[in-house]
């Protein structure tokens, strides 16, 4: 009975509250420097910023922890990082117990956030670079906005074991009996961005080509993060043939054997993780904050040195400008995320072959 009331009532809440929530007149663009941001913050004596951040390591967000709390050292900030699709269930767990407790939610389920809007959960704010961001990646009322490029696709290999030369420009290739035994990947049932990267290779290479390629001994693992980290530690092993991945991305502080090489016949995942600040946050100073730096040309500036960033006119300066790159498409990986069904379409093909995902989450070990 609890579960058809609570089913109802959020029935009821989002039609009450959709007109309404998905449509705001001119927000204002933000006028206010970082400093003068960061004085009100501190007048606002928040407890602590709370950040729920998506990912499997949690390398992946240290760099960001550790520019925040130098820059605004009297922020009490604390970012967690977890799966995405755990941050999220969590995050309507709590809504609807009516005792939530994440301020800003910077995740890769895509599809959450036009449903958070609807249900009048998010604040509606435009950082200073708001009109430069990325179109297509932003809500124009500023009630979800990107914040950094992840993708996966391609090759990381242990250099001491596999000469570049050697390194395949294609996922075909994969199926050649020299590389039984020494991919580790993750799983494509356990992770909706490896589920698309995945289903692109699928959908041109065809089932033929997993059933084949799952038979090369691969060790599967969960998290994206993990087949990096295990490629650094079996670097140190001779004995070891695992040496290469394609469902996995750079961690700063492990071994530096490990290169990496687009493959050029293919077409790989990319997508901007999304940020958003929560109606019920208690630290909205703090929040605005943190979103402003972080889409600033401040803190985005050196990182457009050597990837994609949010901000257009950073990418132009350095020439990284993603929709000029035709061997990857944000847009692909947003509306895969938002058809549920399809999605899980997927992933029930990938356990059809390989079994339920199968390990510890690795936020635990990571």
């Not at 420097?33 to 967000?61: F, H, M, P, S």
């Not at 990082?81 to 709590?94: E, P, Q």
């Not at 435009?126 to 500023?142: C, T």
């Not at 730096?293 to 300066?317: G, R, V, Y």
Request: negative net charge; glycine residues 4%.
């Amino acid at each position: 009975m609890t579960r058809v009331l609570l089913v109802a009532t959020s029935a009821i809440f989002l039609m009450q509250t959709a007109v309404y929530a998905q449509w705001q007149s001119n927000v204002p663009v933000e006028t206010r420097t970082l400093d003068e941001i960061y004085q009100a913050a501190q007048a606002e004596r928040c407890n602590q910023l709370r950040v729920a951040a998506g990912g499997d390591a949690k390398g992946y967000w240290s760099g960001t922890i550790e520019g925040f709390q130098k820059r605004f050292p009297l922020i009490d900030l604390n970012l967690t990082v977890d799966f995405s699709k755990y941050h999220d269930s969590r995050i309507d767990r709590a809504f609807y117990a009516g005792n939530e407790d994440i301020d800003i939610a910077a995740l890769q389920t895509l599809q959450d956030f036009s449903r958070w809007k609807a249900q009048n959960r998010l604040v509606f704010y435009k950082p200073q670079n708001f009109s430069d961001l990325v179109n297509g990646e932003k809500d124009f009322d500023g009630a979800w906005l990107p914040v950094y490029l992840f993708g996966f696709g391609q090759f990381f290999y242990d250099s001491n074991k596999i000469k570049e030369s050697e390194v395949p420009d294609n996922y075909l290739d994969l199926l050649d009996p020299k590389w039984k035994g020494k991919l580790i990947l993750t799983y494509p049932n356990d992770d909706d961005a490896i589920a698309y990267l995945f289903s692109v290779q699928i959908s041109k290479y065809g089932f033929d080509w997993f059933e084949r390629l799952a038979q090369q001994d691969i060790q599967w693992v969960r998290g994206s993060a993990t087949p990096f980290i295990l490629l650094s530690q079996e670097a140190k092993n001779s004995s070891s043939k695992r040496a290469i991945s394609f469902s996995t991305t750079h961690l700063d502080g492990f071994s530096p054997v490990i290169k990496s090489k687009i493959p050029s016949k293919e077409e790989h995942l990319s997508w901007f993780q999304t940020m958003a600040i929560f109606r019920s946050t208690k630290c909205l100073e703090s929040s605005k904050l943190f979103v402003s730096w972080i889409l600033s040309d401040e803190w985005q500036a050196p990182l457009s040195k050597t990837t994609n960033t949010p901000i257009n006119h950073l990418n132009a300066l350095s020439g990284n400008e993603i929709y000029a790159n035709n061997s990857t498409q944000t847009q692909k990986f947003r509306s895969f995320e938002t058809d549920r069904a399809v999605v899980e379409w997927w992933k029930t093909q990938y356990e059809t072959t390989l079994g339920p995902a199968v390990g510890p989450n690795p936020n635990s070990i990571y």
